[in-house]
T-cell receptor
Framework: AQKVTQAQTEISVVEKEDVTLDCVYE???????LFWYKQPPSGELVFLIR??????QNEISGRYSWNFQKSTSSFNFTITASQVVDSAVYFC???????????FGKGTKLTVNP | EAQVTQNPRYLITVTGKKLTVTCSQN?????MSWYRQDPGLGLRQIYY???????DKGDVPEGYKVSRKEKRNFPLILESPSPNQTSLYFC?????????????FGPGTRLTVL
């Protein structure tokens, strides 16, 4: 069975603080893909990143970075120098090889205060 | 412009009155999917379709039907809506398998069943 756990329901930070969103996943497959999506207050879902299970290299995109650790089954997302526009709900998701089902975590609501 | 469209965007209806939420994509994508988003539960997959005339159940298919007669359209049908189907619904599409191909989401349909 596949499962994604985002233990942080809500996080509140002040602008310019760094913040890490946690994602822990469960799957028995050796081939799988992990994702992060952003849902701003306007409601649409925005794709941020995809990572496959064979690539543990961390990724950085501007102020965003992702830390994938198979040893702890985690795929954490860090926003450096947060901004008010980063306020959103962030979802981590997983699909295992051979499955057509994308499983989402429950989401973490991030509020960045000015 | 490449996009996934949903109609209607907002709908208030009454228990038992059949309704259809349309979803259309203009990217010639093979894979389409429906999700519902509920507070504290994240997104859960209702149905998905890998191609025309090929559909399968997701994690929460009860009370819903789908059809895929054309590649671009994937309507969600609620034959006898009930209040527990009040939710935010998203349609999504991808060129192929969701693991390797980016999934694009529609803007969402907010459904209230009284």
């Amino acid at each position: 069975a596949q499962k994604v756990t985002q233990a942080q329901t809500e996080i509140s930070v002040v602008e310019k603080e760094d913040v890490t969103l946690d994602c822990v996943y469960e799957t028995r497959d050796t081939t799988y893909y992990l994702f992060w999506y952003k849902q701003p207050p306007s409601g649409e879902l925005v794709f941020l990143i995809r990572r496959n299970s064979f690539d543990e290299q961390n990724e950085i995109s501007g102020r965003y970075s992702w830390n994938f650790q198979k040893s702890t089954s985690s795929f954490n997302f860090t926003i450096t120098a947060s901004q008010v526009v980063d306020s959103a709900v962030y979802f981590c998701a997983l699909v295992s090889g051979g499955s057509e089902k994308l499983v989402f975590g429950k989401g973490t609501k991030l509020t960045v205060n000015p | 412009e490449a996009q996934v469209t949903q109609n209607p965007r907002y709908l208030i209806t009454v228990t038992g009155k059949k309704l259809t939420v349309t979803c259309s994509q203009n990217m010639n994508h093979e894979y389409m999917s429906w999700y519902r988003q509920d507070p504290g539960l994240g997104l859960r997959q209702i149905y998905y379709s890998m191609n025309v005339e090929v559909t399968d159940k997701g994690d929460v298919p009860e009370g819903y039907k789908v059809s895929r007669k054309e590649k671009r359209n994937f309507p969600l049908i609620l034959e006898s809506p009930s209040p527990n189907q009040t939710s935010l619904y998203f349609c999504a599409s991808s060129l192929g398998w969701v693991g390797t191909d980016t999934q694009y989401f529609g803007p969402g349909t907010r459904l209230t069943v009284l």
